[in-house]
């Protein structure tokens, strides 16, 4: 049964075995990501992980327990300041647990009288906070060290003497150049009002230089705050930058002085701080010393040393029946306890004033590191934008002179084209002039039809067959005019005469294709049909009959008389000549027949003859008074049918 037993708790111990180093692996991981984000954190929240840190790493023995625990007490301090009424208890006591763990940690370390500072600061809160757990731990660490301190185990090194007298040179010292450091601090915030921020500089250096002597690093570190000011005003952020870290490096390096001092009192001391009081030797209550300044805590620890012994002479008298010196002594430490109580709290406000000056001076560096960063990234920026601006030109100006080469080309080619669109408009008006005048000279020479066929076909147009009626006109009697009349007025006579004859040609869509000295042909139907084209002949030849009877009425013209014959019949018309002379000419018998016929005017003694073919063509039939008379014409065999009209 014990076999079986022992085998379970084996197996249950393997089982177990895998969870609990998980349970310690999670643990150490969840340490290891409070430790990192650490830097993330803030207030109350950072300070519950600085005393969660602590207390892992002091169960470890790590060096890192008293660097967090430290942390946790200042961060503590700087929280859970007077004027912060409206924190918890609950809150409150994460400031007793920081205060109370690194008691611990100095007390293990054999720092006693540090692990005492620490040890009654949190028996203090404690008591405030009503937490009777801290207290009780509390008491019970400050009565062992007090019991080694009474027994001689550990020994309190005296530094007061060499803190008074550090303290004293410093006040002659200050003495002698307050002056000069107050006026230097006045000059230097009239010109920081008139915003002349580089001799304010100026000034508060001056200033800082004379406080270097006194050693008043508060002062110090005030005006070099001051100067960090005025540099980031003036956008030096780089300086200002470097002005803090050295400020920052400082403050840390003396706070690291004074740890390290405080670290070699401990209980090896070789000089024990003596202190007796013979019954001779009591003071009178008025020549109590008056405590100042406790800026050293060393000097802090006698004094309580000091105010305990009293306290024991006083009860020692007290069992002694002797209550006047009692009393007195009593007295006495009052005295001391109010002046202690009254320097601590001034030590803590001054201590206070100082990691508050610390933490402005560190934010300052970080403000003006991010001024840096945002003045290089800026710069970045700046160069970036300039060097796209720069691009940017230069795409530009070689566009634009990309578009002003074209925008050249193509002037000149426009110039160019301009010029020869000039020419040939010019040209063209020359040919449009031309061609105007060579159709009208070609209309004077040929009628308008046979102008518009030269120049629509040509004169290589073969020629053509068609049904045309043809005119002959002769003046009567002007061969014996002519003889009468100058060059100049046969001229002037024919164009009389002949004008308005041409003109009613063409008014009816006749063709004049000969003028001859007293007389001229017309085709009508050639080369283009009108219609009825013998009545059109008929009409015209009527009308030159009557308007040659008017202007000899009127006397427009010489007496003039004339003899027209017409004639119709299928004829040929085409250009007749040679490549250098051409000439539009209508050929065929009844040309001949129609010359024929107009001779017959004399004989017949009329003015107006037509031939049968002529007379069935007509779109109205005449009114015959008299019959065709059958007439033999020269050139045909079978006689001609004629009919006189006028």
Known sequence: MKVYLH??????????????????????KSIEETEAELKNLYGLEKLKALNRLTEHYQDAQNRKAIRFGRQAVIL?????????????????????????QLGELLYDKGHFFQSREQLQSAKSLAVVIDDEIYLYDTEDYLEDIQEMIEEGEIKENILNKAFRDVSLRKVVTGATNDLKVQ??????????????????????????????????????????LNVAYLLDSLNKHAQA??????????????????????????????????????KQDLPEIADVPAVTGFRNKEFQKSLRLEQEKIKGISDRYAKQ??????????????????????????????????????LLLKQQKKIADLNVEALAQEREKQVRFRNTA????????????????????????????????????????????????????????????????LLTNGTNKPGGRCFVCIMFLDIRDFTPMAEKLSPEEIIDYQNNVFGFMIDIVQKYNGTINQLLGDGFMATFGAPVSHGNDCQNAFLAAKEILHEVKERNEARLIPRTRVGIGLHAGHVVTGNVGNEKRKQ??????????????????????SQLIITEEVCTKLDQPLTLNQPFLEVEVKGRSNPVKILKIA
């Open 584 to 605: 539009y000419s209508v050929t065929g018998n009844p040309v001949i027949i129609a010359s024929r016929v107009e001779q017959l005017n004399k004989t017949y003694k």
């Open 183 to 224: 006026a230097e601090i006045r000059n230097a915030k009239t010109k920081a009002k008139k915003k002349d921020y580089e001799e304010a500089i100026a000034h508060y250096n001056k200033a800082i230089n004379f406080l270097k002597n006194t050693g008043d690093i508060v002062q110090i570190n005030e005006l070099q």
């Open 390 to 453: 720069i691009v940017v030109i230069l795409l530009v100006l070689l566009s634009t002179l990309v578009t002003f080469y074209f925008y050249m080309s193509k002037r000149r080619e426009h110039k160019k084209l301009s010029i020869a669109f000039r020419d040939l408009d010019n040209t063209k008006n020359k040919l449009e002039g031309a061609e105007e005048k060579i159709v009208k000279l070609l209309r004077q020479q040929v009628s308008g039809d046979v102008a518009m066929e």
């Open 7 to 28: 085998g379970f708790i084996l197996c249950l111990i393997i089982s177990l075995t895998p969870l609990f180093a998980l349970q310690v692996n999670a643990q150490n």
């Open 76 to 100: 503590g301090k700087n929280i859970f300041t007077e004027l912060n009424t409206s924190a918890s208890d609950k809150d409150k006591k994460e400031l007793v647990k920081a205060y109370f």
């Open 241 to 278: 930058q470097a002005f803090l870290t050295e400020v920052v490096t400082e403050i840390e390096e003396q706070q690291n002085d004074v740890e390290s001092l405080y670290s070699e009192v401990d209980v090896e001391s070789k000089e024990p701080f003596n202190y007796t009081l013979e």
């Open 321 to 358: 029946r002797d209550y006047e010196k009692s009393l007195a002594y009593y007295k006495m430490y009052q005295e001391l306890s109010q002046k202690m109580v009254e320097d601590s709290l001034k030590a803590a406000a001054e201590n206070m004033r100082r990691e508050n000056e610390m």
